[in-house]
């Protein structure tokens, strides 16, 4: 007598063992990628601007973006980061006059 497998026999097995499969699925809030302008690489996130944990998630790559030169391992910047913007011939409407160069 051949037995066949029932789904009514083993309701729990089955549902622990669906529920283990989509738990174990790892599951990301935001995307991360990787913007690289010659020498000089960097990770942004969706998840902001400056996300705790790093890239993947994890403790140790906790700082490993800003990368210049990015030919060697271990030379980044991430904590030290910001944004420069820089103009010539600057008309200031706060301070009321012209630079020549002005980097904010």
Same mark, same amino acid.
């Given at each position: ?11 729990? @097995?089955? +549902?622990?063992? @669906?529920?283990? @499969?989509? +738990? ?9 990628? /990787? ?7 960097? /990770? ?5 601007? =400056?996300?705790? *944990?790093?890239?993947?998630? =994890? ?10 030169? $990015? ?10 980061? $910001?944004?420069?913007?820089? $103009? ?14 002005? @980097? *904010?």
């Amino acid at each position: 007598m051949r037995k066949t497998f029932s789904m009514k026999k083993y309701p729990t @097995i089955i +549902l622990l063992t @669906i529920l283990t @499969i989509v +738990l174990s699925l790892p599951l990301q809030a935001d995307d991360t990628k /990787w913007i690289a302008v010659g020498m000089l690489h960097n /990770w942004f996130s969706s998840g902001g601007c =400056e996300i705790e *944990v790093g890239r993947r998630h =994890e403790i140790i790559d906790q700082q490993d973006g800003f990368q210049y030169p $990015a030919l060697y391992s271990s030379q980044d910047m991430q904590a030290a980061k $910001a944004l420069w913007f820089g $103009a010539k011939n600057y008309d200031d409407p706060v301070a009321g006059k012209e630079y020549g160069y002005k @980097i *904010v």
